[in-house]
Each structure stands twice: as C-alpha cells, then as structure tokens.
C-alpha cells in the first residue's frame, strides 16, 4: 500500500521516514533510479510516496536550501519545504558579526524562506561589547522579527526587545524550522530549549550507539510534538561565491532604491567613488548609520563574488 511520507533523516540509502497520516517512523529504502546521479535526490523535509517500506516517488519541493558548488557545476541541497530561517547569533562569545548575518538573510532570500533573527547569550551581554539596540533597529528596518533569549536560562526574560523565548516558541509552532548559525552560538542548546524534551526518538536512533539526543549529525529534523527542527552543523560556510553578482542587489531589497539612484550606472558604491548616492546621505543620522551597514555587507558580498568568474556559474 502507497503512503505519503517525510523524510526526517537521510543516511546513504536509508531514510527515516515520518508516515503523514499515522505518524508512524519508518526505514525506507528507495528506488535506484531517485538516488541516481545527484547525491541530493532525496533530502529531508521532503515528502515522498512509499510503497512497501521504498521510496518510489519525491513529491515536488516548495522550497530548498541549497548552494552550488561551483567547481563540481552542481548544486547541493540541504534541506526542503521549509518555513522558517531561524538566524541563530550570540551577543557574547562567539562574538556578533553583522556580516554573517547578512548573509544569512541573503539565503533566504535566494531560498525563498521567512527569516526570524534570535539573540541568544543574552545572560551574557554587556553593553559595552554591543548595541543590541542597534542591531535590532537593523533587523526591524528589513521586517524581521527579533527575539532576545538565553538557551541556558530557561527562565530568562527580555529586557531590550519585546519578544522572548515563549513568542519564538509560538512562531515555530506546527512549522518547519531550520537554524543557521556560526558553531557555538547556541543552536543545540536552543534547540533542545524549544523542544522541552518533547522530542520524538526515530525508531531507529534508540539502536544507535554512542550518540546523544541533540548530538545532530548531518542534518536532520527533530522532531517534537508541534514543531520540526533541523539543526544545520554541516553548514560551515558562509561564502557567496556562489550567487551571480547581478542578482546580489536584488537580495538587499533596502539598498535598491538608493543604487537605482546613484547616478552612476556602474558604480560600486564604495567610499572611493566621489559623488556616489549613498555617500551623499547625511551621516549622521541613525537612518544612514543602519544603511550604511548593509551596504558595508553588501559591498564584501559583491567583492567576494567578483573573485569567481561567472561563466562558471552556469
Ligand atoms: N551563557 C550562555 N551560554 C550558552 C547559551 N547558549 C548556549 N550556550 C553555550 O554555548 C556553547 C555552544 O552551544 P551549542 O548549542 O553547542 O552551539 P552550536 O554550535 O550553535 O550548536 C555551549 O557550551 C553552551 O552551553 C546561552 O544562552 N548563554
Ligand atoms: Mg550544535
Ligand atoms: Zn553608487
């Protein structure tokens, strides 16, 4: 009998497999020809038939997070039908880099995917090391929600932002979420916050020696009762080398208008170039100070993508 299904955890050949209608966690195989050629024919978040504990089909995907990697002309596909991008940043240690974040925000961009911006370590934060102010008046300007947390401090409130751990629970709510983030800023630890210990064990993980809970592998959805988490510690780069330099703009949706208004067709908005829009604004002004610094990011995007040739993109 034919079963939709998801697919929450893919080995080589094998998945694990959520059956829509009973919940029921299954090991699938699948049919040679969906393994065939890309090594991403199968990813999880898809949904997919399975016949006799095989998958036979793979639904088409809403979404996917993928990146391309130039040199193999091939794309590599992480994770599909997505809902949310939760941006995962420390104000503590690892230190907040406003670049990588932007980064981030150009992938969901180019994935198609809600971002949401999560502060964590904020047990940990001192003004003197960063504006949380500043930061959140950036992610506001784009329309992103923020919210200020402590993974560790489970009952931590917000004292600077508006939303907190239990808003950011309620977003996530009956949704798929993948967390992106640099290594120790806390994606695991908010993870397993989020869940409350909620987690739904695959039937085959008991069987797995050495291996905690959380301890995610290569990516994965966890599972628990409302949500679906995948945790990302297989996404360690955060190079653009791979975006078309003349789509990068279209990324950056609040620097368009002022690049449509430099007079200068080929302009690199680079303080270099003398008469250029943006360096007209007045800079002392909280508005040009939050602009600025998305041109800043959007200015080494557009470096780093220069340094590949594009004829090998496509
Ligand atoms: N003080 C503090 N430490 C945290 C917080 N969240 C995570 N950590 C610690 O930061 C380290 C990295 O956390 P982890 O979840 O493994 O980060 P990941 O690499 O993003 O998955 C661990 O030692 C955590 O205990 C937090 O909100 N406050
Ligand atoms: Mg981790
Ligand atoms: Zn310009």
């Not at 009952?155 to 640099?182: A, C, V």
């Not at 290594?183 to 064990?201: F, R, T």
């Not at 988490?229 to 297989?234: N, R, T, V």
């Not at 279209?250 to 008469?275: I, M, Q, R, W």
């Amino acid at each position: 009998m034919k079963v939709l299904a998801r697919v929450f955890k893919s080995a080589k050949r094998e998945f694990d497999c959520k059956i829509e209608e009973t919940g029921q966690m299954i090991v699938a195989t699948a049919l040679g020809n969906l393994l065939k050629g890309d090594e991403n024919t199968i990813v999880v978040g898809d949904y997919v038939v399975i016949d006799n504990n095989t998958i036979v089909e793979v639904l088409p995907r809403t979404n996917e997070m993928y990146r391309l990697i130039i040199r193999e002309q091939k794309k590599k596909v992480t994770a599909s039908n997505c809902d949310l991008l939760v941006i995962v940043s420390s104000v503590s240690k690892p230190e907040y880099k406003r670049g990588i974040v932007d980064r981030f925000l150009v992938r969901a961009h180019q994935w198609g995917i809600r971002p949401l911006m999560v502060f964590n370590k904020m047990d940990e934060y001192d003004s003197n090391i960063l504006d949380i102010q500043f930061e959140f008046d950036r992610m506001n300007n784009l329309g992103i929600e923020c919210f200020e947390v402590s993974a560790v401090e489970n009952n931590y409130k917000p004292r600077f932002l508006k939303l907190g751990i239990e808003d950011l629970k309620s977003r996530l709510h009956q949704k798929t979420s993948i967390f992106l983030g640099q290594s120790g800023v806390g994606k695991s630890k908010l993870i397993s916050q989020v869940s409350e210990g909620k987690i739904n064990l695959l039937s085959n993980e008991v069987g797995r020696v050495g291996k905690g809970k959380h301890t995610t592998t290569w990516s994965e959805i966890v599972d628990c009762e409302s949500m679906s988490l995948i945790d990302s510690p297989g996404i360690r780069s955060f190079g653009v080398e791979d975006l078309l330099q003349e789509d990068l703009i279209t990324y950056f949706p609040d620097l368009e208008e002022g690049a449509v208004k430099c007079k200068f067709s080929n302009c690199d908005h680079l303080e270099d170039s003398k008469g250029c829009y943006f360096y007209t604004l007045d800079p002392g002004t909280r508005e040009t100070q939050l602009l600025m610094s998305r041109l800043d990011s959007f200015c080494r995007m557009k470096e780093e993508i220069s340094e590949t040739p594009s004829y090998l993109k496509k």
